[in-house]
Each structure stands twice: as structure tokens, then as C-alpha cells.
């Protein structure tokens, strides 16, 4: 039997979730980031495992090695990016650009796929401040 949705309490919590979540400096966002990097890499095979098992698609080793990418490749693209308050600014031409969160994001998880779309989708969304709901497509 499935659970019923209701996207009203879903949106909300994630709204509520934005309003904190955008007030955190860059040294939290960047210990969040880290630590759920930590968890889906640490957590690579058995995911990778599930998601064979549960779609009957693809072969699991694979799905391990677009995990790695998905977490590690990703994780070190993004861990030394400024993404809270000024993050460039052109004396120049007096402009400054500060950044600001626009979640919530909703996104959508691919059958073929679902842990490495999953995963990197979530390290993206919390490393902008943004709450991420993810469905299966």
C-alpha cells in the first residue's frame, strides 16, 4: 500500500527549512556538505546494491563507480566554493555579488540512476543553502 503524499505539508516544511537554513555561515554549510559527503560516499556500495535490487536495472558496480563520482568528484569540485554572503566582487564596474538561496528545489530522480542523481543533486542544494525534495520521476 503506498503512503499518501501531501505536497502542502512537504512544501511547507521545506520553506521552513529554507527560511533557517539560509541564515547559516559558510563554515556550517560547509561542515553539512561535508558530512553528508562523507555518508553517501562511506555508503557507496550499499546503496549502489539497493538501487540494482530495487529497479533490476543496470549492474551494480557501476551504479558504485557513478557513486564515487556523484559524492568524491563532486564533494572536491564544490568544497572550496564561497557561497554564503559577498562571493565576488569588481571594484571596477561596482559590482557585488552576494549569493542567496531560492529553494526549495524540488527534483526529480531518474529509475536508471537514483542514488549518484540523488546524491550529487543533494550535495549541490545544500551547498547553495537550499532545501532539495526529490522524487522518483
Not at 542544494?125 to 537550499?130: D, G
Request: proline share 4%; hydrophobic share 40%.
Amino acid at each position: 500500500m503506498t503512503k499518501s503524499v501531501n505536497i502542502g505539508e512537504i512544501m511547507g516544511n521545506a520553506t521552513k527549512a529554507a527560511n533557517e537554513f539560509k541564515n547559516f555561515s559558510q563554515e556550517k554549510v560547509d561542515a553539512i556538505v561535508r558530512n553528508v559527503y562523507k555518508a553517501g560516499y562511506n555508503n557507496r556500495i550499499h546503496l549502489a546494491k539497493m538501487a540494482h535490487e530495487e529497479t533490476g536495472i543496470g549492474i551494480w558496480e557501476d551504479k558504485v563507480f557513478k557513486n564515487v563520482v556523484a559524492t568524491h568528484f563532486v564533494y572536491n569540485d564544490i568544497k572550496d566554493l564561497k557561497t554564503v554572503g559577498v562571493i565576488s566582487e569588481n571594484k571596477e564596474e561596482g559590482i557585488i555579488e552576494i549569493a542567496q538561496p531560492i529553494g526549495p528545489i524540488f527534483a526529480i530522480t531518474p529509475l536508471t540512476n537514483p542514488t549518484s542523481t540523488i546524491l550529487f543533486k543533494i550535495l549541490i542544494a545544500l551547498k547553495t543553502r537550499n532545501p532539495i525534495i526529490i522524487s522518483p520521476h
